[in-house]
């Protein structure tokens, strides 16, 4: 399923102790969570891969600027003592360094 036919954020599932909700990660983030409301993000985006998946990965070229967008919604609902783990991988391309600016950029 790519991110475009997941539509609305949808509860996939509650309990007393929490939600899982089903949807874009930033139109979810903004609709669901409160500004510094979150202790711990840990996500597995898309890799700037040579070889794209079928759920669709960015260029290397523009992966970096791609990531922003999350970045400023992670910065918005952590809370100042809130924890961001990133999963990120990525494919070698000799002589080259792509994603150099990533933690910087992260990191503000
Ligand atoms: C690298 S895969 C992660 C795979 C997962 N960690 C695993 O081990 O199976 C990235 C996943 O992010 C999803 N994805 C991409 N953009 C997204 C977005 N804006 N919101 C939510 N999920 C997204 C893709 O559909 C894909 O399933």
Redesign the pocket.
């Known amino acids: 399923?790519?991110?475009a036919d997941?539509g609305n954020p949808k509860v996939a599932y509650a309990s007393q102790l929490g939600t899982a909700w089903i949807?874009?990660?930033?139109e979810t983030l903004g609709e669901v969570c409160e500004d510094e409301s979150v202790d711990l993000i840990v996500t597995?985006?898309?890799?700037a891969l040579q070889r794209p998946?079928e759920?669709?990965n960015e260029s290397q070229e523009a992966y970096t600027e791609w990531f922003l967008s999350f970045a400023d919604e992670f910065w918005r609902v952590l809370k100042p003592t809130g924890s961001l783990v990133i999963?990120l991988g990525g494919a070698w391309e000799g002589g080259l360094s792509r994603l150099t600016g990533l933690p910087q950029a992260c990191s503000r």
């Not at 949807?23 to 930033?26: E, L, N, P, T, Y």
């Not at 597995?44 to 890799?47: C, L, Q, Y």
């Open positions: 399923m790519s991110v997941l949807g874009d990660a930033i597995s985006p898309p890799f998946k759920y669709g999963d």
